[in-house]
């Protein structure tokens, strides 16, 4: 799996917020063209690929969205500062003092605040309202600071990955560009049954590329790929721990989008003890992912969840074990492997005609 790290770390490093997610894209090609038979980028920017089954199994869609969260530019002061507005769920707490580059020629700046000296007692007492924050690229006024940066320009967190601690790793945009890298390595094997490997668009401001890909494919099962919410740290009352970094992937039952398929969970639960490989459920319904959109598809479609939990997510610096990663990777692999000719796609006997 030291391939599949290294790859992870490459598509943390690079830029992919909601709507420009072309650098993730283009790098993903590179390494998956020579695994599948056919892809494809569609008008939203979703890349398609398609690999050919052994057999006459089902039609399986495996989701992993490229985009990350960030922000775009939305005014230029007098003064040279930029104004901005988030892109997908950021709080304002998290950005201050955080460093960004803008654009595609990466203007480097930082997120600048009323310094602690001057706010008023209830100024510190609050919560940071974004529309206080200012991004500081170091221009003197409005006429320099046009010359490196626009209206428009997405804003990037500007921190490498780092592998730190008792096998952890650091980085930006591990939601969710883990579920990416675990979708390069099944491409890199085949399959019974028909695969679609979906590196989908802007998940983070609303659903909206696993939409339009599951609509072009119209899959019976669809797998998706994540990085989840894991939130272990001290003084939290474990019920309220939606997961634990290290206790191995998770399994979602339902958040805020999608109740999942029992049958496929189930299945994945006991490919996940036959093979001895830790699993875990998410314990808390907040949040949503592609799956929402994929299982309303057309007559619906089957549809399970498997996530790397990452604490910090929707922050500059997200973190993960590097074993929840790896078990991730395992556990997907056979579940596609079980999957064969013989999954029951119908609750009821004899098929959608009984329906």
């Not at 992912?289 to 007559?299: D, K, S, V």
């Amino acid at each position: 799996m030291k391939e599949a790290l290294n790859n992870l770390k490459k598509l943390t490093a690079l830029d992919g917020i909601s709507g420009e997610e072309k650098p993730v894209r283009e790098y993903i090609i590179s390494i998956i063209k020579d695994y599948v038979d056919n892809y494809y980028v569609d008008n939203m920017g979703n890349l398609i690929t398609y690999k050919k089954g052994r057999g006459n199994g089902p039609k399986v869609m495996v989701d992993a969205h490229m985009d990350e969260v960030g922000l775009m530019v939305t005014h230029i002061t007098s003064e040279g500062l930029l104004k901005f507005q988030t892109v997908g769920g950021i709080e304002g707490r998290v950005l201050v003092g955080k460093r960004v580059r803008i654009g595609e020629t990466c203007v480097p700046g930082v997120i600048g605040y009323k310094p602690i000296h001057l706010q008023e007692k209830k100024e510190r007492a609050s919560a940071v309202d974004i529309k206080q924050l200012t991004i500081d690229i170091g221009s003197k006024d409005r006429e320099r600071a046009e010359e490196k940066v626009q209206v428009g320009d997405m804003v990037a967190f500007s921190y490498d990955p780092v592998e730190f601690g008792d096998n952890k790793l650091m980085a930006k945009a591990l939601d969710n560009r883990v579920g990416c890298a675990v979708l390069i390595e099944l491409l890199k094997h085949s399959y019974e049954f028909d695969l679609y490997g979906c590196f989908t668009v802007q998940e983070e401001v609303g659903l909206k590329g696993a939409k339009t890909a599951s609509y072009q494919i119209m899959p019976d099962i669809a797998l998706i790929l994540e990085g989840t919410t894991c939130y272990d740290v001290p003084d939290t009352k474990e019920h309220d721990m939606s997961t634990v970094s290290g206790d191995g992937p998770v399994l979602t039952l339902m958040d805020r989008t999608v109740i999942t398929d029992r049958d496929l969970v189930n299945k994945i639960i006991d490919v996940a003890k036959n093979n001895k490989i830790p699993y875990q459920f998410k314990r808390t319904i907040s949040g949503g992912t592609n799956a929402g959109r994929i299982q309303a598809n057309a007559e619906g479609v089957k549809v399970a969840v498997i996530a790397v939990p990452c604490r910090y997510i929707h922050t500059p610096v997200s973190v993960m074990d590097i074993s929840d990663f790896e078990n991730s990777y395992r556990l997907s692999k056979r579940f596609l492997e079980s999957l064969g000719v013989s999954i029951d796609l119908y609750r009821e006997e004899g098929g959608k005609e009984y329906v």
